[in-house]
Nanobody, 121 residues
Framework: QVQLVESGGGLVQPGGSLRLSCAAS????????ASWYRQAPGKERELVAI???????DYADSVKGRFTISRDIAKNTVYLQMNNLKAEDTAVYYC???????????????WGQGTQVTVSS
């Protein structure tokens, strides 16, 4: 059974840190591009960070220098280290896995159920 399970969310004070985990089962996560998205109340879901199969990374401007995405291939898991958290980082964070077959429109995409991150004093 294909599954992505996020964990690590919670309540943290401004300036604090959290590490989100996204554990995959039923497929080899390292063969997929992995991303973290977030959705705040009343807002659209936005891309936060992405890591390619080759290990390249990219981030939304709002989190550059504060968030780090990484993989543990042996654990079939992707992480999002979030430092210096701000109130505007409050959202539900979702993990995504994407595989696009080269030269075709065939894609395999999976989503996790989301984990709540709340930054508040």
């Amino acid at each position: 059974q294909v599954q992505l399970v996020e964990s690590g969310g919670g309540l943290v004070q401004p300036g604090g840190s959290l590490r989100l985990s996204c554990a995959a089962s039923g497929f080899t996560f390292s063969n997929y591009a992995a991303s973290w998205y977030r959705q705040a109340p009343g807002k659209e879901r936005e891309l936060v960070a992405i890591i390619t199969t080759g290990g390249g990374t990219d981030y939304a401007d709002s989190v550059k220098g504060r968030f780090t995405i990484s993989r543990d291939i042996a654990k079939n898991t992707v992480y999002l280290q979030m430092n210096n958290l701000k109130a505007e980082d409050t959202a539900v964070y979702y993990c995504n896995a994407l595989y696009v077959v080269v030269l075709t429109t065939t894609r395999f995409e999976y989503w996790g159920q989301g984990t709540q991150v709340t930054v508040s004093s």
